[in-house]
T-cell receptor, first 112, second 110 residues
């Protein structure tokens, strides 16, 4: 079954804790993206990667980190430096030639 | 950087009413335009897209959108909505980067 898998669906973070959100795709897409969705603000880009071992900051990268060691995987770490992490996080991937992004089901992160 | 504006935050319609959701963007160059839909509890999915050619594009589920270059607009339309169209709708514009609007929540009353 082709697509983008995000896990977990729900995640809780304690104060001072780093948490990692998983994103895996089997679409053979070169590009992958992380967005944060907050009510009334749409989707804001956190990080993106267009090739393995390379990634770029988006509009709101502070307090987040990523890695792209494999084409299929683009995990996002929400660090303790992110003071307002409660949000819905969406991962997407794209075939750069076709220029269309496909989205995962999302991870809802809350702070305990 | 470009911005994308969706003027309606929440739209409430009765079934069979006509729908038009506004989307305007700030960038004047060549752009690719998208409408995505997020049904309750589901993935964000592509509704339709415009890259070039006929400015009136048709998407899934009877939706269409018209690109009006002079107005920097890409409004989404549907002649007759159904209860199952209840969802959140996002306009997106891509030049070098993809930018999303804040979203419009559509509620269709049965």
């Amino acid at each position: 079954d082709g697509g983008i898998t995000q896990s977990p669906k729900y995640l809780f973070r304690k104060e001072g804790q780093n948490v990692t959100l998983s994103c895996e795709q089997n679409l053979n897409h070169d590009a992958m993206y992380w967005y944060r969705q907050d009510p009334g603000q749409g989707l804001r880009l956190i990080y993106y990667s267009q090739i393995v071992n390379d990634f770029q900051k988006g509009d709101i990268a502070e307090g987040y980190s990523v890695s792209r060691e494999k084409k299929e995987s683009f995990p996002l770490t929400v660090t303790s430096a992110q003071k307002n992490p409660t949000a819905f996080y969406l991962c997407a991937s794209a075939d750069l030639a076709k220029n269309i992004q496909y989205f995962g089901a999302g991870t809802r992160l809350s702070v305990l | 950087a470009q911005s994308v504006s969706q003027h309606n935050h929440h739209v409430i319609l009765s079934e069979a009413a006509s729908l038009e959701l506004g989307c305007n963007y700030s960038y004047g160059g060549t752009v690719n335009l998208f409408w995505y839909v997020q049904y309750p509890g589901q993935h964000l999915q592509l509704l339709l897209k415009y890259f070039s050619g006929d400015p009136l594009v048709k998407g899934i589920k009877g939706f269409e959108a018209e690109f009006i270059k002079s107005k920097f607009s890409f409004n989404l339309r549907k002649p007759s909505v159904q209860w199952s169209d209840t969802a959140e709708y996002f306009c997106a514009v891509k030049d070098n980067d993809m930018r999303f609007g804040a979203g419009t929540r559509l509620t269709v009353k049965p």
